[in-house]
């Protein structure tokens, strides 16, 4: 079959990959040109094509000679090209762009996506942090019919795997393109072989998860241990956890979760030296790693600047974008 990918990151190459070893053709890389527009896309890939890591899917492309096309309008200057290769098969993997009818009806088969979660649980664009924050004993990858809705397609293949006590958002993302590495093929054999159909999604089950903000990166003393080390864990690569102390945004990117009975308040330093020990709702966390930037990168805390029996308390507002 004639395959156009639109996909990023190691799942995009971990779903590429198995398909140009096979007798199927990729016909063309999709990128998403609301993120990159202007002379930045010949930038990035010349820059990615060439210098781009293992996990690049531009340096994948070059790599193959895949010509290269961006969407950003779906507008008919960008679709004609596209229609003109006229592909089998559209295969989505963090994309970042909900395709529309225009798109939707150019392959002669259809549109697939693969989706890093057990869908129809935790639809939407951040599956890898929603599992870790809602505490999630598996997740999975699923293979689906697209459709204009958000990973709410019909179901075409399946697989989970266990998730962790120490997983974070990347080491289940990692999983999971690994797990699409292994499914791909098979998926698009039996597509090739039967055509394109599927289970439609239980509504009953599915919930959707919007992209996590900076509000949600900021702790709340006033919560079990366990909801804070699963904040940070879901975070840790991204927009990172923080509280405010003394004016001062504190990054923490690792904590240890102590079950024992704690009577102190919630925020209460029970141990100020490094590595701070400090009381929740539930239990109590130490900052295994924890910094401010004043003006440059420090572990905190520092001699002197906690105090044991002080108590934390939870900024409320938005902290400055500048310190993200």
């Excluded at 939407?124 to 990973?151: C, L, W």
């Excluded at 490094?274 to 900052?287: D, N, W, Y």
């Amino acid at each position: 079959m004639r395959i156009l990918i639109a996909g990023t990151g190691k799942l995009g190459v971990c779903v590429a990959e198995p398909l140009i070893k096979s007798q199927h053709q990729i016909i063309g890389i999709l990128q998403n040109g609301r993120q990159t527009k202007g002379i930045r896309r010949f930038i990035n890939q010349l820059f990615l094509g060439f210098l781009g890591g293992h996990d690049s899917i531009l340096r994948f492309a070059q790599k193959h000679h895949i010509p290269v096309f961006w969407i950003d309008k779906m507008n008919e200057k960008e679709i004609k090209p596209i229609k003109e290769l006229s592909p089998d098969l559209i295969i989505t993997c963090g994309f970042g762009i909900i395709f529309k009818k225009p798109i939707l009806s150019i392959p002669n088969i259809g549109c697939i996506n693969v989706h890093s979660s057990l869908l129809p649980r935790h639809r939407g664009p951040n599956p890898f942090y929603a599992v870790i924050r809602h505490g999630e004993k598996q997740s999975g990858v699923t293979f689906h019919i697209m459709d204009e809705g958000i990973d709410t397609g019909a179901i075409v293949a399946q697989q989970s795997f266990p998730i962790l006590d120490t997983d974070t958002a990347y080491s289940v993302y990692c999983r999971a393109s690994e797990m699409a590495k292994t499914m791909v093929l098979e998926v698009v054999d039996r597509i090739e072989r039967e055509g394109l159909h599927g289970e439609p999604q239980n509504p009953d089950w599915a919930s959707y998860d919007p992209k996590p903000t900076v509000n949600d990166a900021i702790i709340h003393w006033d919560v079990p241990a366990i909801e804070i080390d699963r904040q940070i864990r879901a975070l840790s690569q991204t927009i990172l956890t923080r509280f405010t102390y003394k004016g001062r945004t504190v990054f923490v990117t690792r904590v240890k979760v102590n079950d024992k009975e704690v009577s102190a308040k919630p925020g209460t330093v029970l141990h100020a030296r490094f590595p701070a020990e400090i009381a929740t709702a539930q239990g109590s966390v130490t900052l295994l790693s924890a910094f401010t930037l004043s003006p440059i990168m420090w572990l905190w805390p520092r001699k002197g600047t906690l105090y044991p029996g002080e108590v934390l308390y939870t900024e409320t507002e938005e902290c400055n974008p500048l310190e993200q």
